[in-house]
């Protein structure tokens, strides 16, 4: 089982649609969870970040996390054809300074 | 404020050549990462510096990988001789000491070992 883990995708929504990507993790201690985003041929930039159980919004992003369900997810609402893009999940080990990233998912938004 | 920068961009080597990468941090980041990328995957962490200490360098391979992070800035990291399976992007990140998982990425340099 790998420590965090994406659906690959890719996930096709219409322009306007709510994206939904999901990740889980498997380590009960993790503190942080964080969401970057890739384009094509580019490097990761950070999106959002969560600690707590719960939504977190900024803009037309929320991220939610549930650490009973050791889930954690982005939402991308009123979505863009620039929002296209590999979405990587990382998380912060318990007590570290380890982030592990997860393989991403593929989103492609519909014009 | 300049990002973090590398160089080169892109590497074409042969085979069983050695290979150099640079980093340049953001200023101000006392922590300083390496990362791997392939093709289709999350990056996966090589090495990390706190200042010009590596304080966790369990995932790279010692026999054929050096780095180092002369002065706590600037930063290189080396691969000698290079194998075919280390074709992939190699990311350099910083970070302010305690934003855990609040990382900066450069541009990455994309090996291609033939």
């Known amino acids: 089982q790998k420590e965090v883990e994406q659906n690959s995708g890719p996930l096709s929504v219409p322009e306007g649609a709510i994206a939904s990507l999901n990740c889980t993790y498997s380590d009960r201690g993790s503190q942080s969870f964080f969401w970057y985003r890739q384009y094509s041929g580019k490097s990761p930039e950070l999106i959002m970040f969560i600690y707590s159980n719960g939504d977190k919004e900024d803009g037309r992003f929320t991220a939610q996390l549930n650490k009973a369900s050791q889930y954690v997810s982005l939402l991308i609402r009123d979505s863009q054809p620039s929002d296209s893009a590999t979405y990587l999940c990382?998380?912060?080990?318990?007590?570290?300074?380890?982030?592990?990233f997860g393989a991403g998912t593929r989103l492609f938004v519909k014009a | 404020e300049a990002g973090v920068v590398q160089s080169p961009r892109y590497k074409i080597i042969e085979k069983k050549q050695p290979v150099a990468f640079w980093c340049n941090p953001i200023s101000g980041h006392n922590t300083l990462y390496w990362y791997r990328q392939n093709l289709g995957q999350g990056p996966e962490l090589l090495i990390r510096y706190e200042n010009e200490e590596a304080v966790d360098d369990s995932q790279l391979p010692k026999d054929r990988f050096s780095a180092e992070r002369l002065k706590g800035v600037d930063s290189t990291l080396k691969i000698q001789p290079a194998e075919l399976g280390d074709s992939a992007v190699y990311l350099c990140?910083?970070?302010?000491?305690?934003?855990?998982?609040?990382?900066?990425f450069g541009s990455g340099t994309r090996l291609t070992v033939v």
């Open positions: 990140a910083s970070s302010s000491t305690g934003d855990l998982g609040v990382y900066t």
């Open positions: 990382a998380v912060n080990r318990a007590g570290g300074f380890k982030t592990i």
